[in-house]
Antibody, heavy 118, light 108 residues
């Protein structure tokens, strides 16, 4: 069974560092694209970026380029999303998702709620 | 960046009736379009990909059509569990992948 299990909710202060994780199983991690999607409170879905763990090829949305870093560890089949300095506007639920070869996102993690508040 | 526009923003339909949701792309995305359903507190669920192919386990009452810039998601005979928010997503020209703003399907 394909599964993506995300790390738990986080409460941080503006300026903090944060790295959240997406542990995968049930498929070949190194040959699958894993994407990240943001959902701000009461809002829609925003695509942030994607990584191909096989060669660490990473693509970002222009809206998120330079704001976050996506990475992956093939040895533990886990993808990551990190911030070096959080802002209040980063408060949102973050989802990881596995990309079908055709391009849609077939399986999603349960989401990680990140709250940034002073 | 391709802009995806969904209509209507909110759709009120009675159980057992048909719902028709629309999605328009600012430029052609061929058939590289997906539909997702999101219920409160849950992650999105893939319903349709490549514009018209039902994902694994999706009931036959869900169907997708269209190509180019105009797409439709039809739900025949609405069930109580179908009342949710629906998003379209294009993956023809990326980055970035882009989503529509969503259509909220509510009980009339």
């Amino acid at each position: 069974e394909v599964q993506l299990v995300q790390s738990g909710a986080e409460v941080k202060k503006p300026g903090d560092y944060l790295k959240i994780s997406c542990k995968t199983s049930g498929f070949i991690f190194s040959t699958s694209w894993i994407g990240w999607v943001r959902q701000s409170p009461g809002k829609g879905l925003e695509w942030m970026g994607i990584i191909y763990p096989g060669d660490s090829d990473t693509r970002y949305s222009p809206s998120f380029q330079g704001q976050v870093t996506i990475s992956a560890d093939r040895s533990i089949t886990t993808a990551y999303l990190q911030w070096s300095s959080l802002k209040a506007s980063d408060t949102a639920i973050y989802y990881c998702a596995r990309r079908y070869p055709s391009g849609s996102y077939s399986t999603w993690g349960q989401g990680t709620l990140v709250t940034v508040s002073s | 960046e391709i802009v995806m526009t969904q209509s209507p923003v909110t759709l009120s339909v009675s159980p057992g009736e048909r719902a028709t949701l629309s999605c328009r792309a600012s430029e052609s995305v061929s058939s590289n379009l997906a539909w997702y359903q999101q219920t409160p507190g849950q992650a999105p669920r893939l319903l349709i990909y490549d514009a018209s192919i039902r994902a694994t386990g999706i009931p036959a009452r869900f169907s997708g059509s269209g190509s180019g810039t105009e797409f439709t998601l039809t739900i025949s005979s609405l069930q109580s569990e179908d009342f949710a928010v629906y998003y379209c997503q294009q993956y023809n020209n990326w980055p970035p992948i882009t989503f529509g703003q969503g259509t909220r399907l509510e009980i009339k």
